[in-house]
């Protein structure tokens, strides 16, 4: 499974439960991340954007290790400032990084921007969206090794709102999945970015009510079949390490 957020802490606070639960039946995980969040409103002891963006690598490092993540990268893009970017180019340099890791499943967030309607998430979705397709056709970027084509797609999506912001327009979700296996190590890694200490705690006492559960809408898939709601990305896929 491959899993493209804006900003360390995506990984956790977007995906956490989703990552947790693949990484206990064995299946090989791969986060990338775009930013390194140096634009943050919540900036710790950081003296600089700099300083800023070198805390919250580690901080991403070490969330990916609490979450069981095998592999984790964080691109150079610069925060806050994804929708400028060379489209083109960006999406190259996901195409390639699906090429080589070959997911069945890639995960990422919708076009509504997530719970805080970042313009950041809006551009991860687009580009992971292009790329997911892109991928798989060989006339597109011929020279980033032989064509591959993920065979799942999923935004994330919510059952529940953060009060006081703009109200985004999420995807209705098609997989529901349980996370309360996975609930403490998801709040865990959460932890491990104390810079953002103020959102997790203006965000607790909501995790705390609807936690237990993520949600994921399925927008493209190998095959041509109708939707149908789940409790598991992987459903009826063959996947190397996949138990039960």
């Known amino acids: 499974m491959m899993c493209v957020g804006a900003h360390p802490d995506d990984e956790c606070f977007a995906f956490g439960g989703a990552l947790g639960l693949a990484a206990d039946r064995g299946i090989e995980t791969y986060v990338v991340c775009l930013t390194d969040g140096q634009a943050a409103t919540y900036r710790g002891d950081a ?32 925060d806050g400032r994804l929708e400028f970017v060379d489209f083109s180019r960006a ?7 699906m090429r080589r890791f070959k997911p ?15 313009n950041d998430h809006m551009m991860a979705s687009a580009l992971t969206t292009s790329a997911f397709h892109w991928s798989g056709r060989a006339k597109r970027y011929p020279e980033l090794a032989q064509p591959f084509q993920p065979r799942r797609l999923f935004y994330a999506s919510t059952n529940f709102f953060i009060p006081g912001r703009q109200i985004p327009l999420p995807a209705p979700w098609s997989v529901k999945l349980d996370i309360r296996s996975v609930q403490a190590r998801k709040a865990a ?13 203006s965000t607790r006492e909501l995790f705390e009510k609807y936690g237990c559960e993520e949600f994921y809408t399925l927008v493209a898939a190998d095959g041509s079949h109708p939707v149908a709601l789940t409790d598991d990305l992987f459903a009826g896929l063959e996947v190397a390490g996949l138990e039960g």
């Open 47 to 78: 003296a600089s954007g700099e300083a800023l963006g070198k805390i919250r690598r580690e901080e991403f490092i070490a969330s990916c290790k609490v979450l069981g993540v095998t592999h984790q990268e964080l691109l150079d893009y610069q």
């Open 91 to 97: 999406v190259g340099r996901l195409v390639e990084r």
């Open 104 to 118: 069945d499943v890639v995960i990422t967030f919708g076009g509504d921007g997530g719970l805080n309607t970042h």
């Open 189 to 201: 890694a959460f932890r491990e970015h104390p810079s953002q200490g103020p959102v997790m705690e």
